[in-house]
């Protein structure tokens, strides 16, 4: 099993407020990708990360791939109550299974 | 969105009855996966397709078995529910073009009694 852990597992902060998500496991992982879950939906994918090293924006989520391809983060800029909902990391293995092991989750609670 | 629907959306069961979920997909994608998803847990996978009829089990496969008749539906079976499978239900698709995006369906909850 390719374990992938998600710190913090609950997050409260206040808009305009800043705040990082960490993804780490003792494997490689060939990609890395991030998915926001509202209540009641599925999983939507935000972004992949490739390459170690490698950094993505988009807008104010800046998300890092580690350069031994083992860990990811996701930093939120001035967080708005829009950002409240489960995020999870999920990566893809090198063993070429065709799936992907999933983190435990990050709730995060934006207060207005 | 991609065009993912699961049936039914909520289910209410008894121990020991048997018990199917459907996904189906219009996007002609050739990766089909079911996930099951409980609190500290995440998503983890229970079986996936990679073709018509060509299935194979992931991380928590005992006690579910599935079918793929055709590209455009996947079936997951609890062929005897019991309470360790009350849980939300997700499927996923991926089109295998290389990419690995993987697109979710909106969830089954299943209670089973």
């Known amino acids: 099993t390719q374990l992938l852990e998600q710190s913090p597992q609950f997050l409260s902060i206040q808009e305009g407020e800043n705040l990082t998500v960490y993804c780490n496991s003792s494997s490689v992982f060939s990609s890395l990708q991030w998915y926001r879950q509202e209540p009641g939906e599925g999983p939507v994918l935000l972004v992949t990360?490739?390459?170690?090293?490698e950094v993505k924006k988009l807008k104010r989520l800046t998300f890092q791939f580690g350069d031994a391809r083992k860990d990811s983060s996701l930093h939120i800029t001035a967080a708005q109550p829009g950002d409240t909902g489960l995020y999870l990391c999920a990566g893809d293995p090198q063993t070429g299974a065709n799936n992907l092991f999933f983190g435990t989750g990050t709730r995060l609670t934006v207060i207005p | 969105d991609a065009g993912i629907t699961q049936s039914p959306r909520h289910k209410v069961t008894e121990t020991g009855t048997p018990v199917t979920l459907r996904c189906h997909q219009t996007?002609?994608?050739?990766?089909m996966y079911w996930y099951r998803q409980d609190p500290g847990h995440g998503l983890r996978l229970i079986h996936y397709?990679?073709?018509?009829?060509?299935?194979d089990k992931g991380e928590v496969s005992d006690g579910y078995s599935v079918s793929r008749s055709k590209t455009e539906d996947f079936l997951l079976t609890l062929e005897s529910a019991t309470s360790s499978q009350t849980s939300v239900y997700f499927c996923a698709i991926r089109d295998g073009q290389g990419t690995d995006t993987q697109y979710f369906g909106p969830g089954t909850r299943l209670t089973v009694l």
């Open positions: 990360v490739v390459t170690g090293g």
């Open positions: 996007e002609n994608h050739r990766y």
């Open positions: 397709s990679y073709g018509v009829k060509d299935t």
